[in-house]
Each structure stands twice: as structure tokens, then as C-alpha cells.
């Protein structure tokens, strides 16, 4: 069964799915991985999720703060073992719901036009194709989404 988790970008399975991830994308990104490098930091990331199955994380993804009333979806991954079993998705929708408890109205992100997998995982979640945002406006290789969230009223009492 898969269990997901909230944390924090100084969990240590997250780092360690962190490198893994980095050194996926160095591969398949080529010449402009040291382009991308630059913005996927783990720095100001306070919200992560992580998804184990018999104890061992498997997958990971965060959100961060883009602007107002917007979360940016970062350093999705799920280890080549834990493919196939949903295990991004689940990842995803608990980023979603963390971001609407927390009142934020929609997530973007960015990925990679050789990453046709998350491109894929995207769209089958609700992903629409938008222009290219921020640092990755006019980058041939980037492919930029949005999602509008349903904001989840955090109940006191």
C-alpha cells in the first residue's frame, strides 16, 4: 500500500530522491541541464511529499510559493522500481490538496519536452498547456502547465 507523507526539503529520502532525479534529468536534458539546475534548488521548499511503500520512499514532489495565490509544482520523481503504480499521481494530489488548505487557487510548473512521461502525468491530471512562464519564457525545450484548485476551507473547532 502506498502511504504519502508531508515534510519538508531537509527530509533526508527526499534528498536522496533529489540526486536521483538530478541525475536523470542531467541525461536527458544534455547541454541545458546546467540551465535548469539553476532553478530546482531546494532552497525556500517547505512542502514536500513523499510516498512510501513497505518503508521505502519511492516518490517525491514539492510546492512552492510562485507568487499570490500561486504554488509551483517542483522536483516531481518516482524511482524506476515504483513506476507504474500511480505513485506520481497520489504524489500530485496531495500537493494539491496541501495547496488549497493553504488557500492557494492554482499550481504551475515546468518540465521538459524529453520528459514525455511527466508531460503524460500532467495532462492526465487535469494539466493544461500554458505560455511559458518567469525564467522559462522564449526556452524551446520547456513545456509550462497550470491547474486551477479547488480552495479548501481549513475548518477550526
Same mark, same amino acid.
Given at each position: =500500500?502506498?502511504? %504519502?507523507?508531508?515534510?519538508?526539503?531537509?527530509?533526508? +529520502?527526499? @534528498? %536522496?530522491?533529489?540526486?536521483?532525479?538530478?541525475?536523470?534529468?542531467?541525461?536527458?536534458?544534455?547541454?541545458?541541464?546546467?540551465?535548469?539546475?539553476?532553478? /530546482?534548488?531546494? +532552497?525556500? @521548499? &517547505?512542502?514536500? $511529499?513523499?510516498?512510501?511503500?513497505? &518503508? @521505502?520512499?519511492?516518490?517525491?514532489?514539492?510546492?512552492?510559493?510562485?507568487?499570490? /495565490?500561486? =504554488?509551483?509544482?517542483?522536483?516531481?520523481?518516482?524511482?524506476?522500481?515504483?513506476?507504474?503504480? &500511480?505513485?506520481?499521481?497520489?504524489?500530485? %494530489?496531495?500537493?494539491?490538496?496541501?495547496?488549497?488548505? =493553504?488557500?492557494?487557487? !492554482?499550481?504551475?510548473?515546468?518540465?521538459?519536452? !524529453?520528459?514525455?512521461?511527466?508531460?503524460?502525468?500532467?495532462?492526465?491530471?487535469?494539466?493544461? $498547456?500554458?505560455?511559458?512562464?518567469?525564467?522559462?519564457? &522564449?526556452?524551446?525545450?520547456?513545456?509550462?502547465?497550470?491547474?486551477?484548485?479547488?480552495?479548501?476551507?481549513?475548518?477550526?473547532?
Amino acid at each position: =500500500m502506498i502511504k %504519502a507523507i508531508r515534510t519538508h526539503s531537509g527530509n533526508h +529520502d527526499f @534528498i %536522496a530522491l533529489v540526486q536521483l532525479l538530478d541525475a536523470e534529468l542531467k541525461k536527458r536534458d544534455g547541454e541545458d541541464h546546467s540551465f535548469y539546475a539553476q532553478f /530546482n534548488t531546494l +532552497d525556500h @521548499i &517547505g512542502h514536500v $511529499v513523499l510516498a512510501y511503500e513497505d &518503508g @521505502i520512499a519511492l516518490g517525491c514532489g514539492a510546492i512552492k510559493v510562485y507568487e499570490p /495565490n500561486v =504554488m509551483e509544482v517542483k522536483r516531481m520523481f518516482t524511482l524506476p522500481t515504483g513506476r507504474g503504480k &500511480g505513485i506520481a499521481s497520489r504524489v500530485l %494530489a496531495e500537493l494539491e490538496k496541501w495547496a488549497s488548505e =493553504m488557500s492557494f487557487e !492554482k499550481c504551475i510548473l515546468e518540465t521538459g519536452q !524529453k520528459q514525455p512521461e511527466a508531460i503524460g502525468l500532467y495532462t492526465k491530471n487535469g494539466y493544461k $498547456v500554458i505560455p511559458n512562464y518567469g525564467q522559462y519564457a &522564449g526556452v524551446e525545450n520547456s513545456v509550462c502547465f497550470e491547474k486551477r484548485l479547488e480552495v479548501l476551507q481549513n475548518e477550526i473547532g
